[in-house]
């Protein structure tokens, strides 16, 4: 698996990445991590996980992988990876994910969110562990207008998500249990700075979280 440290990407095989599981209390992958401040904020809050922060794209991410590999006393933080990758080769190597989050998806990232590639979804349900959380947050100024990733999915609301998407979903494993905007006060608690850069540059950000849970248990 390619670490991304800053300039540098090392190689993590995959015994280095279990002895790190194994030192967890869980894993949360953080997909499409873009500069990777979420995951900052997740690791640097929740020092019992390890965070993994992934992207197709590693240029942005190299600022703060740099700062996460430093020694502690200079903001670096051990419970913390980033890992370069697309989801559409998601590194053999990865397993143990407790928790996904996929924060304000775009391309591809987006369409396999919808369901509209659900050989995305399997992917990433194939590395959660049994009953791992999910988070997903839609920027709703994609279907205003409509990005080309969205297809033929109408802007989704609380409802239409939980009657439409949800079937999609849970055919690929992954169980919504609720979807609601999130007010200013909880977008800002994401610690994205994809957020307030929209957030800057909009007069309101509307944003939909789904929540639920990737390979449940409980399955009638
Ligand atoms: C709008 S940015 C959001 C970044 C971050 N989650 C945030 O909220 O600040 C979307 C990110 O998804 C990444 N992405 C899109 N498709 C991807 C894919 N198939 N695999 C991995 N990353 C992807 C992009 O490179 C980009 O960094």
Known sequence: MR???????????AAG???????HQGVVLDVGTGDGKHAYHVARHRPDVLVVGLD?????LR????????????GGLPNLLYVWAGVERLPAELHGITEVHVLMPWGSLLRGMLGSDPTMLRAL??????????????????????VPEVGTHPEPTPSSAS???????????????????LDAEEIDALATSWTRRLNSSRDQLDVLA?????NPTDVE
Do not use: S
Not at 163 to 181: F, H, I, M, T
């Open 56 to 60: 197709a794209a590693k240029d942005n």
């Open 163 to 181: 009657r439409d998407l949800a079937p999609v979903l849970a055919a690929q494993g992954w169980r919504l249990g609720r979807a609601d905007y």
């Open 63 to 74: 600022r703060i992988a740099a700062k996460a590999a430093a020694k502690p006393a200079k």
């Open 17 to 23: 990445y279990d002895e790190l599981v194994a030192r």
């Open 3 to 13: 670490r991304v440290t800053g300039k540098q990407v090392v190689d993590i095989t």
């Open 210 to 214: 789904l929540r639920g849970v990737v």
């Open 125 to 146: 349900a194939a590395v959660c562990v049994p009953d791992a959380e999910f988070l997903i947050t839609l920027n709703l100024h994609a279907w205003r207008p409509a």
